[in-house]
């Protein structure tokens, strides 16, 4: 899998995690649920509850929520590709892990990556598809 890695001396294991523009680097060792994103606590870093939640959701899923200390860092896109990008990898670390969980997480679409991206400006036109006004007379 691309972008993933096991640290053997200090079992961390790292994966990588993106969407749209924005890409999360994930490091997962055992601990006791701590999560840190760009070096600040995720409750601060991710202010909506909705982002938190989305987040977390690979490990509720697993049940395994107060098992592993995460440090991710993200960049690029806007807040919600962040926690989306964040999301995949950690699920992606979790594989990591332990293989078994591949099944679980495959099967509520965590290990998915979202493939949309923005669609490129065309020359000659205002935007992606837009059109410049039309003009009869």
């Known amino acids: 899998m691309e972008g993933t890695e096991v640290k053997e001396k200090t ?3 790292i994966a990588v995690g993106r969407r749209k523009t924005a890409v999360a680097k994930v490091i997962i060792k055992e601990g006791k649920g701590k999560i840190s994103v760009n070096g600040v606590d995720m ?3 991710f202010t909506r509850l909705a982002h938190q939640v989305l987040i977390k959701k690979p490990l ?4 395994v929520s107060d098992k592993f200390d995460i440090r ?3 960049s690029g896109g806007g807040i919600s590709s962040q926690a989306d990008a964040l999301r ?7 594989v990591l892990i332990n293989s078994d969980y591949r099944p679980l997480l495959a099967k509520n679409s965590l290990l998915t ?8 400006k065309k020359y000659g036109r205002p935007g992606a598809r837009k059109r410049f006004q039309f003009s009869k007379r």
Do not use: C, H, Q, T
């Open 11 to 13: 079992k961390n294991f």
């Open 43 to 45: 409750k601060k870093y």
């Open 60 to 63: 509720e899923v697993l049940g």
């Open 72 to 74: 991710a860092f993200v």
């Open 88 to 94: 995949l990898g950690i699920a992606r670390s979790l």
């Open 113 to 120: 990556r979202d493939p949309r991206m923005v669609e490129r």
